[in-house]
């Protein structure tokens, strides 16, 4: 079983809809947690980090953390073509100082006209 | 602006070459990370590294060595390359101080290829 679960999509929106992508977890004790966009070709760049149950906001994004159903999810509202991207759902599994990420293996979205 | 900054972009070398790839910040960060992306497999993480004087060893370290040279610099080797080390390398830091140090900043990247 794989640490950090995600559907490798692609995931088809159309443009100005609600985009909701879902990540399970393995580790019951995960304390951080994280999406990244990346671009084809391109790197990595944190767009959402949440450590607590619930659902925080920023501007379209939000995202949502169960930690007894140890999922985590991205919700993009009002999508725009320049969302299709692969969406990276990355896990801390330590507490402490480690600060190791384990990444899924992402979602890629596709926003259409 | 602080960034972190990758050479070369892109390499083609030949299996048996020994090459090194180089990551260097300017955010002021203490830790760093190397990764390797290939496609359907995600992020793995290589090798870390907290302080100059500490180094430790990812997932997939086998085939890889690291040099911390300075708090701003860390570079990636291949001591004998081999064409399945063929991949997108990333370099990351984060600040031990921000979010426990689990935030972290991605590098632009280095394709590799060994043919």
């Known amino acids: 079983q794989k640490e950090v679960e995600q559907n490798s999509g692609p995931l088809s929106v159309p443009e100005g809809a609600i985009a909701s992508l879902n990540c399970t977890y393995s580790?019951?004790?995960?304390?951080?947690f994280f999406w990244y966009r990346q671009y084809s070709g391109k790197s990595p760049e944190l767009i959402m980090s949440?450590?607590?149950?619930g659902d925080k906001e920023d501007g379209r994004f939000t995202a949502q953390l169960n930690k007894a159903s140890q999922y985590v999810s991205l919700l993009i509202r009002d999508s725009q073509p320049s969302d299709s991207a692969t969406y990276l759902c990355?896990?801390?599994?330590?507490?402490?100082?480690?600060?190791?990420?384990?990444f899924g293996t992402g979602t890629r979205l596709q926003v259409t006209l | 602006d602080a960034d972190v900054t990758q050479t070369p972009r892109n390499r083609i070398t030949k299996t048996g070459k020994r090459i090194m790839l180089e990551c260097s910040q300017t955010?002021?960060?203490?830790?760093m990370y190397w990764y390797r992306q290939d496609p359907g497999l995600g992020l793995q993480l290589i090798y870390y590294?907290?302080?100059?004087?500490?180094?430790n060893k990812g997932e997939i370290s086998d085939g890889y060595s690291v040099s911390r040279q300075a708090q701003a610099k860390f570079s990636l080797s291949l001591e004998s390359a081999i064409p399945n080390q063929t991949a997108l390398y990333f370099c990351?830091?984060?600040?031990?101080?921000?979010?426990?140090?689990?935030?972290?900043?991605f590098g632009p990247g280095t394709r590799l290829t060994v043919l």
């Open positions: 590294s907290f302080d100059v004087k500490d180094i």
């Open positions: 990355a896990v801390n599994p330590d507490t402490g100082t480690a600060s190791k990420l384990t």
């Open positions: 990351a830091t984060s600040d031990p101080g921000l979010a426990g140090g689990t935030e972290q900043f």
């Open positions: 580790d019951r004790g995960s304390q951080s």
């Open positions: 955010k002021g960060h203490d830790r």
């Open positions: 949440i450590y607590s149950n």
